[in-house]
């Protein structure tokens, strides 16, 4: 009798594990370089990710579930193999319906996107060189952030904070930003370096300096990594 109901339970086992198995999907996704803030159950941080062979910088989406076996490091972009498995009842009313699991790491490569991501001195816009603050006469500072896909500079007289619309490594796409509104004796400077925020299209770091180009690799700004 105890050696039937042994084997009675070793069969259900085996149909329970084949039943979570047919339920279970395999995906591939990218994860992101680096988490974000989001809301959850109230201030979180998120994995970014995107399903697919191929990815695409400019459709990351928010993830706020736990990847079990994910072993994350900041600065790499990941392509990795997902189970995706339905998950028994009850389940909490603010929790997914989905528990996620990493079967394999397809690839992990450093992210292009963060060559950017410094605090800079304006050295060059145009013709201008070695611009400085009107007020404190003080070099120009501008921070980029490609995780967050925001920066924030001095241009002179006012200040200006805006979101980084493309960046892939190589070519890049400034959102014209929103500024103050002083008013100052000269705007040459300001003018200058808006209109080069507006028409990059493309960049360069090396040597401890960032380059803006426009559409024909014309250089249009020029920046020294501040130590």
């Not at 680096?34 to 695409?56: H, L, P, R, Y």
């Not at 070099?139 to 920066?151: D, G, H, K, T, V």
């Not at 929103?178 to 493309?202: D, F, N, R, W, Y």
Request: charge should be negative.
């Amino acid at each position: 009798m105890n050696r039937q109901l042994l084997l009675l339970l070793f069969f259900l086992g085996l149909i329970s594990c084949n039943t979570s198995m047919d339920e279970a999907e395999i995906e591939t996704w990218w994860i992101n370089s680096a988490k974000v803030d989001c809301t959850g159950e109230g201030t979180m941080s998120c994995f970014e990710i995107q399903k697919g062979e191929k990815i695409d910088q400019s459709i990351w989406e928010l993830f706020y579930s736990p990847i079990e076996g994910f072993e994350y490091t900041p600065g790499f972009i990941y392509q990795v193999k997902v189970q995706i498995n339905p998950k028994t009842e009850p389940i909490p009313a603010d929790a997914s319906s989905f528990s996620y699991k990493v079967m394999e790491v397809l690839s992990q490569e450093a992210d292009p996107t963060l060559k950017i991501t410094s605090i800079w001195k304006v050295i060059r816009v145009g013709e201008l060189t070695e611009p400085l603050n009107f007020g404190k006469n003080e070099p120009l500072i501008f921070e980029f952030n490609a995780s967050q896909r925001s920066y924030f500079g001095d241009l002179s007289c006012n200040t200006v904070r805006g979101e980084i619309l493309e960046n892939d490594g190589e070519n890049l796409k400034l959102g014209p930003g929103a500024t103050t509104m002083m008013s100052c004796p000269s705007m040459e400077v300001e003018q200058a370096i808006s209109q080069a925020l507006i028409q990059v299209k493309s960049y360069q770091v090396k040597d401890g300096k960032l380059l803006f180009f426009d559409e024909k690799q014309q250089e249009l700004m020029a920046f020294q990594v501040v130590d």
